[in-house]
């Protein structure tokens, strides 16, 4: 639920990048267009912190791609939950229409510091899986053969990743 420890934290936030007052939506979110992506600022559900969301875009409707994004979206979310603090997240909207999404979370309303901290990781992020979503993905023909693209797969030191 929107309450005042959140909107001051988002208010701070917003005086802090130089934005002037945010605008809420009738949900209570506010948002903030970075690099051509919407990140949307809300209320955690246990109101103990700020979730921070980006709607990436649209698996493939087609079976077999839909399936090799399906397995880059797990072993890119695998690799990298180690390192940044972000998840996707597959919102099933219609029988054969999923939508990607990318979900952080800051908790608490104080610290600045971890706030930008959190925004910087899901914006890294974007660019892991962006290539994911989409009708003709920049990676299905690397998939095709078995390998990544070497410029979308997430470095992989350090990582466990388990075949599915």
């Known amino acids: 639920m929107f309450n005042k420890s959140f909107s001051g934290c988002i208010e701070r936030f917003w005086q802090r990048l ?49 399936q090799q994004q399906l397995e880059r979206v797990l072993q890119t979310n695998l690799a990298t939950v180690s390192q940044l603090c972000v998840l996707a997240e597959l919102q099933d909207e219609e029988p054969a ?45 690397d998939l095709s053969r078995g390998y990544p693209s070497p410029h979308t797969a997430p470095d992989l030191d350090n990582a466990v990743l388990f075949h599915l």
């Open 18 to 66: 130089k934005l002037g007052a945010p605008i809420y939506n009738e949900a209570g979110h506010a948002s903030l267009n970075i690099d051509g992506a919407t990140v949307l600022f809300s209320d955690a559900l246990d109101g103990n912190g700020i979730e921070l969301i980006i709607h990436l875009g649209y698996l493939s409707n087609d079976p077999m791609q839909r």
């Open 97 to 141: 229409k999923t939508r990607l999404q990318l979900r952080a979370s800051c908790r608490g309303y104080g610290d600045q510091e971890k706030l930008v901290e959190t925004l910087e990781d899901l914006m890294a992020s974007v660019h892991l899986y962006q290539p994911f979503v989409g009708e003709t993905s920049s990676f299905s023909a």
